[in-house]
């Protein structure tokens, strides 16, 4: 039968989820949800197309106009503010007709470049090509049993994670915003990066519901630091990670991280999801120390002619002397002027 593909709409949101959520690749950044989300976090146009034949859902493809004058882009992106993305078919041709929507919408948009984020190989098409190799993801599974997983980080993470027990450190599931804002904030100023707008994990947690939750560790009643984490289809996934300067001596990260292993055993998940990291930098490292092997993210562009391939990496050079401007700037200021900046990155 013929594939036809169209623009979702608000009639289609259960459909949709109900595909993804049923389709083997389908991953939590294939989610409806994301459409609110970025629109209204962030302020760029969703185009969240899907396939049908025969008047049911076949396939999805999350696509969404990235513009933003700061950074001279302007790209369709599957799915920006995401790890993964891309067209998800049930077959191929599914796959090669959203792909040619999605081009001939990037052409009507007057955009220069549609990107799209999958595993390394996971898309190959006659003028698409590899972007530059950045991000590594780590996954693994996880058996039923707490004392299992212990034994499976290696021997000095896992002493960090014992001392910090031991010093009576403590964690709660919560979905205060709020609070892990002020935390997520201190901790990616002190990085040199703009902050999200803190209405954007309001959004995740509302538009989520319980697939989002956050993890606060504290010392005595001092929040040290805390991790937003996504539940789906048996996987945890800590998304969004945050903690000031005294969260570091005390082991604070690691303690984390390991009640998010709990967690997930007594939520019944078999996959952690550590996420994605670039690559030489310090969370790359600290992945690897709790045992996790990379695997290569392989995110695909589609250029018009004329067009550059998007950089919106700050390792990059040209960004490093920003960096350690932003890194100087008063927390309140870096506040108030990160969300208008970070928009265009996603």
Not at 86 to 94: N, W
Not at 104 to 120: D, F, H, Y
Not at 139 to 148: G, H, L, Q, T, Y
Request: glycine share 12%.
């Amino acid at each position: 039968m013929s594939v036809t593909c169209r623009i979702m709409d608000d009639g289609d949101v259960a459909a949709w989820d109900g595909f993804v959520q049923a389709h083997p690749a389908g991953t939590f950044f294939h989610r409806s949800g994301w459409h609110r989300v970025i629109g209204e976090a962030f302020g760029q146009r969703p185009h969240f197309m899907l396939a049908e034949r025969a008047g049911r859902i076949c396939g999805v493809f999350p696509l969404v106009h990235m513009r933003s004058r700061l950074f001279r882009r302007n790209t369709l992106v599957s799915t920006p503010f995401c790890v993964l993305g891309g067209p998800l078919g049930e077959d191929e041709a599914v796959d090669q007709a959203l792909v040619e929507a999605g081009l001939a919408l990037m052409i009507s948009l007057g955009a220069e470049s549609c990107e799209m984020r999958t595993l390394e190989g996971g898309f190959a098409g006659p003028g698409w090509v590899a972007g530059p190799a950045i991000y590594d993801i780590f996954r693994r599974s996880i058996p039923p049993d707490e004392e299992a997983c212990l034994k499976a980080i290696p021997r000095k993470q896992r002493a960090v994670v014992r001392k910090a027990i031991d010093l009576g450190l403590t964690s709660t599931i919560d979905r205060d915003w709020r609070r892990f804002f002020g935390l997520y904030a201190e901790s990616v100023h002190n990085l040199g990066t703009p902050v999200f707008p803190a209405k954007y994990f309001r959004l995740l947690l509302e538009v989520f519901g319980d697939a989002a939750e956050i993890l606060t560790v504290f010392d005595g009643d001092k929040p040290l630091c805390g991790v937003l984490s996504f539940i789906d289809k048996r996987e945890i996934l800590p998304y969004y990670a945050g903690g000031g300067i005294a969260a570091r001596g005390r082991g604070g990260h690691d303690f984390m991280y390991w009640q998010v292993v709990r967690r997930a055993i007594s939520l019944g998940c078999d996959t952690f999801d550590f996420g994605r990291s670039k690559r030489e930098t310090g969370p790359h490292k600290f992945k690897t120390n709790w045992g996790f092997t990379p695997t290569p993210l392989g995110y695909q562009f589609y250029l018009r002619p004329g067009a550059s391939m998007p950089d919106t990496n700050p390792l990059s050079p040209k960004y490093q002397r920003k960096i350690e401007m932003w890194k100087r700037l008063p927390l309140g200021v870096a506040n108030a002027l990160g969300p208008m900046i970070v928009r265009g990155l996603g």
